[in-house]
Structures are given as structure tokens and as C-alpha cells.
């Protein structure tokens, strides 16, 4: 059997090798006929040293461009992760999402979300938030990086990064408009402006959005009876960017407001929750300005961030019988990341740098409560702030040599004023010539405990950070001039995992248990002029300290999809997501024999598709359908509602409009 | 039973996806490849003082090959006007001869500010890849745009060498100085 396998896979492998032969020629005939403009927007196929993004060079990283985010009508950012390999979702259909990397389920706090490389996850509960408040209009594209990345970027990089690139004043200049409405009062307003003047050297850009959706009906037997026909569902979010540049200084500005209901957060029949009234409002302000010096082997980036994220005061968290529940938890950081890069001759290139960062972050909510169901609360009280310090200091050097192997090593030091000291490494080595390259990956990542961690309930004073290791083998091959494949496995191993721990009439946060995830990550992708095309799969077996499948993670998933440009005015695509059967978080009581059990999701299978029209030279439209069999699944559930049911078929139509 | 339904549905999307791909053209490329079609097209824009046409079209590469072939492939296919392009590799400042584009290997920007005094280059666009070359003395300099290659103008230096950018040339740089 194991003979016929390998016997298989030698004959891929050359058959392979030959059709790579003639590629050279062939891209250079496809370059040559493309024209100047069609070269503007070639792809890079393998990024010359000088270009990459040396941060993420020891990673596996899918990138989607604000093109695809056009032709497939992303509205979210779980939208736009659902066709990359690897990814899994819990969507409480309520103030927040949650996302899911290579097997892990969370609350959202083993990712990073990133603008233009500056963080967005919540200061306080170290999450971020999905949905729809991020101003995918105005993203040139998003970088997702795969497997922990402490070493570089510190804590809660356990799973991956996501990074969203805004679209820069040099190459989007002008006016664009777009404005789109559909199903379930879903519309969205966005526009933006750029302006660039080369010969002196500066310009600036300023886009907006306003978003707002009705989400899923979970009233009575679409919600499995768990709210009535009155229950709020909804989403309203503001977002702005504002960048620029002048010579060598560049700025950047993003707010995001998030308004949405909470009422999906718990079942309102035969409890004393109400299903109307919630508003969750949560606002977060980012800032960041930054000084490029580059000599022809040194780069030097000193960068001043300011991050704001704050549950406002006009937050009703939850409406009971006899009352309102009015929270506030604002949270800020300010920090300064002196980053360089150094590359003393072709074959080495070193990354270093320091930051500090100074934060302020609500102990707690500051909480009003009102005497009765109807009755709005005071302004909450503004709650005791706690103060961290941190220093970091990481280093990362990629060494080339015997021309197609590179080593890259990396090593992070972090000293927080409240969880202490921490050294994170990371070691890779990459095999590339031609048309294949395989790297070996070993990272170490931390989740560190909030500060109120440690003293709330009973207190725990020896609560560790919670760490990862993961070692990871990514093979990829270019078949032809336009088909790439690449299989990647990996295994990552989670320990003094944060859980609550009970103890007599109280509990507190405690390190407890482990968990192993053995993955395999299949992909292909074909990328043509006029058509491109993916298929992923994706396995994952997460078992815990007992060997037992850890809930909400599916041990298969895949995607596929194609878009196809049949000549300049017509463009039209399918997509498909599986999500396997996956078992839920919490226990329901058996009907037949009494036991506590895990309810299982059942698998699905969801079909979305657009065409799009170009109408002129600056106007065009889409059409978007999404869940087009309107196929009936769910998803998972941390809490009492045992599951939420998830889109139905929908319909929403989107204008743009561009002048330069 | 439903996996099974998945299963052939999925694989059932994967040959129409497999058949459909044979449909169009590509635009991708290495680095290298991606410049060297923009050098190639870049004749088609720019207007030398002295416009010889029996005389081969030069080209030199100093310092690197990572150019020379895909540019050499170029000359094989291609003409420049009516007239065959000659692509040439040297190593060293001192075999430097009159051409048409000077293409800059990274090992030889230090170089930049001599081979622009160079009274044998004084009627040739130099073109660089590097960071702040443009200032240094290229006349083209290549820059990355949110990972895609564009490039950027140095008109002024053109314009010492009566080299004539068309319009459109300059309206497609991402810079012009």
C-alpha cells in the first residue's frame, strides 16, 4: 500500500518537473504581450529578497486583494477568511463573532487583527471583534498569516495574524464612490478621495462607510424557540481612514464605531432576559505615524502608534424583568516600535527592533443599573484604571546559503509591568529552487493574562501566560505558468491553557489542561488573466490532555471557487464552503437516557455567487447571492442557546463609482 | 451518505474548475521577468537623440545576471523599432561602452553618481531597482506598490540627455522628479 503511495507520488513529482520545464519562456512571452499597464498589475510570483516582508518571511501567508474583495462581495471580515484554508467560525449572530485558525476555538483572543500593522483586538479583553465595521472598500489587500508569531509581534499571536493593507494615496487617487442595499435592509455607503502630488512629494487619503444589516431572524422556530417574535438583530458601524504622506514621514488614522444588538448573547424564553433594547457600541481609534530613513543596506523605521478601544457609556449590555444593565469600559495604549533592518551584503538580512508601549486599561466595567425593564440607567461610573508598562526588544536574520537555502532565526524578549518576563524563539529553514520550495517552521507563542486576571474571583497569583509550540513543513509548487499547489502540515501543541477553576463556593482563573492539533492543509490555486480559481482543504484533529476531540472545531473543512471575466463587461463567480461535522461546547441533557451529551452540528454545504457589470469606464456594478440554495445550518455555541442558525439566502446589489 | 454527495459534488467543481482554466492568458512573473518586459516596453515610450536605425538596439546589464537572461530571451524575440536588440553583460565599471538603457545590478549603486558623469552613458537611461536611487542619479528606478512592481521617473535626468518620456509614460510612473 505504502509502496503504491510513494510509487504515485514519484510520478506527480515528475510529471511536475516536466511541465515546469518551458515556464520561463512562456511567463516572459505572457509579460511581453500584457503591455505596460497590464505589467502595472502583474503578481510576483516569488518576491525578490528586498521585497518581502521580512517579518513574515518564517509563515505560511494568504493574501486577498481588494479586487477579489470586489468580485466576491465581502462585506465582513469572517467573509473574506472563509475561502482561505484553515478557518472555522462561531457567529453568535449577536455584538461579536468569533474566528477560529488551525483548530484552535477561542474568543477571538489567539489572533491578531491588524491596520497597516497596527493592533485592533480590544485593549481590554485582548479580542478582536468581527463583523462588519472594518472598511474593506478602502483595503488594498490582507495579508493572513498563519501559525504563531510572538517572536515578532508579542502576545496573543498564537494562531495567526490578519493584517489589513489601506488602500494608499500613490496608487488609488481620485474619487470613488459605492453604495449597495439587499436582503434583510442590508446597505452599505462607503466613498473615498486620494490625492498624490509626486513632484513634490506628499498626498493623502480619506475614506468612509456607514453599514448597516439586519441579521439572520431568530425569532421562535428559525432561533429553536429560544427569543420571541420581537427580538432585536442588528448591526450599525461607522468606519473612517485618513493616511497620507510627505516625503519620508507617513501618517495614518482609522475609526471604527460598532453599534449591535446583544439580545442573541442569551435565550430570552423562560428566563428573566427581555429580547429588545440592547445596543453594544464599542469604538476603537487607532493612530500611527512613522519616519522611513533607507540607505542602500539600511532601513530604519521608528513608528509613534496610539491605539484607543473602548466600550462606550451608551452600552445597555443586557435588559432583564426589573432592570437595565449600563456598562462602559474604555481602554488606551501609546506606543513606539523603533524597527530596523539591515542587510550588510546579498545574502543576510537582519531585523531588529525595540518597543514600548504604556497602557491604561478599565479594571472592570463600570456598571449602572436601572429600577425596571423600561427605565434608561444613570452614565455608568468611571471605572478604577490599571496602568502597564512594556518593553520589548526581538531580533529576526535571515542567512542565505548554498544559494537555495535560507535559515532565518528569531528571538523575542518581553518584560511587562504585570506578567512579567518572557522569551519567545523562532527557528526556520527553507529549501527553494525554481518552481518548488519546502521550509520548515518551529514557533513558540504566548497568550498573557489580563491584568484583573489574576485577582478576580478568589485571585491566583502564580496564573501563567498561556503558550504554544508549533512546528510546521510547507511544501509549495508552481505546476505551470498559472496553477500553485501546496500541502502543508503541521502540529501544534497548547499548554497551561486559562480556564475557570472552581474551588468550594468560589473560582478563579487558573492554568489547566492542553491541547494537541495534528493539521493538514491542502490547496491549490489557479490565477489566469480572466480567471482565477481555489480549492482548499483543510483537516484538523484538536484533542485535549485525554485524547478527547475538542468541541467546535470540524476535523474537515474545504473551500472552492472560480471567477471568470468574459470579456470587459461582463465578470461573474461561484464559491462553496464545507464546514464538517463539528460537536457543540456546551452539554444538553439527552431526552432518551437522561445523559449530559455534546449536541453535534451537522455538517453543510453553503454556495454564494456574484456577476458583476461594468457599465463604463468609471461606473460598475455586482450582484451578489449569497447561500443561493438557502441551506439551513449552524454553528456552534459557547452558551446556553445551544446553536444559532446562520444566513439564509440573500440577495444585495452594489454601485461604484470612480473618477480620477 | 451526505459526505458522500459533498465529496462528488466538490470533485464535480474541481474538474470544471481544472477544464475552465485553459480559457485565458497570464500576468504573472518573477521579479526579474516583470522589470525586463517593462524595460522591453519601455523603448516603445522613450526617444534617444540619435535614432540610427540599422544599428542594434543596445542594452547593458552591469553586474548581474539576474537580468541578462531574461532580457537576452528578449532580443531573441523581439525588436526595438524595426531594429534587433544586443544584450550585453559586463562586470566591471571600466567595459562600460556606449548603449541605449544601462540596467544597475544592487551590487554596483554605489556606483550610481560616476556612471551618471560617465561621458560614454551620456545619452543613456540608466535604470535601477533600489530604494532612493532615483535621487542618485537613475534615470528609471523601480519601486514596489503594494507588492507590485511600478516604477518611477527621473525626468530631469532624462531631459540633461535629451531623452524624451512621452506623456503617457510619465502619467504611468507612481513618481516623477
Known amino acids: 500500500m505504502r509502496i503504491s503511495w510513494i510509487r504515485t507520488f514519484a510520478s506527480v513529482t515528475l510529471l511536475l518537473l516536466a511541465i515546469s520545464t518551458n515556464a520561463q519562456n512562456a511567463e516572459l512571452d505572457a509579460l511581453l504581450n500584457a503591455g505596460i499597464e497590464g505589467l502595472l498589475d502583474a503578481e510576483i510570483v516569488s518576491a525578490s529578497k528586498s521585497k518581502q516582508q521580512i517579518k513574515d518571511v518564517a509563515a505560511t501567508v494568504q493574501v486577498v486583494t481588494q479586487k477579489e474583495i470586489k468580485e466576491r462581495g465581502y462585506q465582513t471580515i469572517e467573509d473574506l477568511l472563509s475561502d482561505l484554508p484553515g478557518f472555522q467560525f462561531r457567529n453568535i449572530q449577536g455584538f461579536n463573532s468569533y474566528v477560529f485558525q488551525r483548530g484552535i476555538a477561542n474568543q477571538n483572543n489567539l489572533i491578531l487583527v491588524m491596520i497597516d500593522g497596527v493592533q485592533v483586538n480590544e485593549l481590554n479583553s485582548g479580542g478582536f471583534y468581527g463583523g462588519g465595521q472594518y472598511l474593506l472598500s478602502n483595503i488594498a489587500q490582507v495579508e493572513i498569516v498563519y501559525g504563531p508569531a510572538s517572536a515578532l509581534y508579542g502576545t496573543n499571536a498564537i494562531s495567526g495574524i490578519i493584517n489589513l493593507i489601506t488602500r494608499k494615496e500613490t496608487d488609488s487617487q481620485g474619487v470613488n464612490l459605492s453604495s449597495s442595499f439587499g436582503s434583510f435592509n442590508n446597505y452599505t455607503l462607503a466613498g473615498g478621495y486620494g490625492y498624490n502630488n509626486a513632484n513634490k512629494d506628499y498626498g493623502f487619503r480619506v475614506a468612509g462607510q456607514y453599514f448597516s444589516t439586519q441579521k439572520t431572524p431568530l425569532t421562535n422556530d428559525d432561533g429553536d424557540n429560544n427569543w420571541d417574535e420581537n427580538l432585536e438583530n442588528f448591526e450599525h458601524d461607522v468606519a473612517c481612514d485618513f493616511s497620507g504622506h510627505y516625503k519620508q514621514f507617513s501618517f495614518g488614522l482609522n475609526v471604527q464605531d460598532k453599534r449591535a444588538s446583544r439580545a442573541t448573547n442569551y435565550r430570552s424564553t423562560g428566563t428573566h432576559y427581555l429580547d429588545q433594547g440592547t445596543l453594544w457600541n464599542i469604538r476603537f481609534i487607532n493612530g500611527q505615524i512613522q519616519y522611513n530613513y533607507a540607505t542602500e543596506k539600511y532601513l530604519f523605521n521608528p513608528r509613534l502608534y496610539y491605539r484607543n478601544s473602548s466600550v462606550r457609556n451608551n452600552t445597555i449590555a443586557y435588559i432583564t424583568d426589573t432592570s437595565q444593565a449600563r456598562y462602559f469600559r474604555p481602554g488606551n495604549l501609546i506606543g513606539i516600535d523603533l524597527v530596523n533592518q539591515y542587510q550588510p ?64 532565526a528569531g528571538l523575542r524578549y518581553d518584560n511587562s509591568s504585570y506578567y512579567g518576563e518572557i522569551l519567545t524563539p523562532r527557528l526556520s529553514l527553507a529549501f527553494s529552487k525554481g518552481k518548488f520550495s519546502s521550509r520548515l517552521h518551529y514557533n513558540e507563542a504566548f497568550r498573557a493574562p489580563k491584568p484583573w486576571d489574576f485577582t478576580a474571583g478568589a485571585g491566583n497569583e502564580e496564573l501563567k501566560p498561556e503558550k504554544i509550540k508549533s512546528a510546521e513543513w510547507i511544501n509549495s509548487f508552481t505546476f505551470s505558468d498559472f496553477i500553485y499547489g501546496s500541502v502543508t502540515l503541521y502540529r501544534n501543541y497548547l499548554e497551561n491553557i486559562i480556564s475557570t477553576q472552581v474551588a468550594g463556593d468560589t473560582w478563579y482563573w487558573g492554568n489547566s489542561g492542553e491541547m494537541t492539533t495534528n493539521g493538514l492543509e491542502l490547496g491549490v490555486r489557479i490565477r489566469k488573466q480572466d480567471f482565477t480559481s481555489w480549492i482548499n482543504y483543510t483537516y484538523n484533529y484538536s484533542v485535549d490532555g485525554s485524547e478527547v476531540l475538542v468541541p467546535e472545531i470540524s476535523k474537515h473543512t474545504a473551500n472552492a471557487g472560480f471567477h471568470y471575466y468574459l470579456g470587459e463587461s461582463l465578470n461573474f463567480g461561484l464559491r462553496a464552503n464545507y464546514t464538517g461535522e463539528r460537536k457543540n461546547a456546551s452539554l444538553t441533557q439527552s431526552s432518551n437516557t437522561n445523559e449530559q451529551l455534546f449536541p453535534v452540528i451537522d455538517p453543510s454545504l453553503i454556495i454564494h455567487g456574484s456577476i458583476g457589470f461594468t457599465l463604463s469606464r468609471t461606473l460598475d456594478c455586482s450582484l451578489y447571492f449569497n447561500n443561493i440554495l438557502d441551506t439551513k445550518y449552524y454553528h456552534t455555541s459557547n452558551r446556553p442557546p445551544d446553536r444559532y442558525r446562520q444566513q439564509e439566502r440573500s440577495v444585495r446589489i452594489e454601485l461604484r463609482y470612480k473618477l480620477r | 451518505m451526505l459526505h458522500l454527495k459533498y465529496i462528488r459534488n466538490f470533485f464535480t467543481v474541481i474538474c470544471f474548475l481544472l477544464s475552465a482554466s485553459q480559457m485565458a492568458a497570464q500576468v504573472k512573473g518573477t521579479p526579474e521577468n516583470i522589470m525586463s518586459s517593462f524595460i522591453y516596453n519601455f523603448t516603445a515610450y522613450l526617444t534617444w537623440p540619435v535614432e540610427e536605425t540599422k544599428a542594434p538596439f543596445k542594452i547593458i546589464v552591469l553586474g548581474s545576471n539576474e537580468f541578462f537572461q531574461p532580457l537576452n530571451y528578449i532580443a531573441g524575440v523581439k525588436m526595438v523599432k524595426g531594429r534587433k536588440i544586443e544584450v550585453k553583460l559586463i562586470t566591471k565599471e571600466s567595459e562600460i561602452e556606449p548603449c541605449h538603457i544601462l540596467v544597475v545590478s544592487e551590487d554596483f549603486q554605489k556606483s550610481l553618481l560616476t556612471l551618471n558623469d560617465n561621458e560614454l552613458l551620456h545619452e543613456t537611461v540608466i535604470i535601477t531597482n533600489c530604494l532612493g536611487c532615483l535621487t542618485k542619479g537613475a534615470s528609471i528606478n523601480f519601486v514596489s506598490v503594494n507588492e507590485k512592481i511600478h516604477f518611477e521617473i527621473n525626468k530631469k535626468a532624462l531631459d540633461i540627455k535629451s531623452i524624451k518620456a512621452s506623456s503617457q509614460l510619465l502619467k504611468l510612473a507612481v513618481k516623477v522628479i
Not at chain 1, 497602557?359 to 472592570?364: G, I, Q, V
Not at chain 1, 440607567?377 to 535571515?398: G, H, K, R, T, W
Open chain 1, 345 to 408: 551584503f546579498k545574502q543576510l538580512s537582519i531585523i531588529g527592533g525595540i518597543t514600548f508601549e504604556n497602557e491604561n486599561l478599565a479594571k472592570d466595567y463600570g456598571i449602572s443599573l436601572s429600577g425596571s425593564a423600561n427605565e434608561k440607567p444613570a452614565e455608568p461610573p468611571q471605572p478604577s484604571m490599571m496602568n502597564n508598562n512594556l518593553i520589548s526588544v526581538y531580533f529576526q536574520s535571515d542567512l542565505n546559503f548554498l544559494k537555495y537555502i535560507t535559515l532565518t
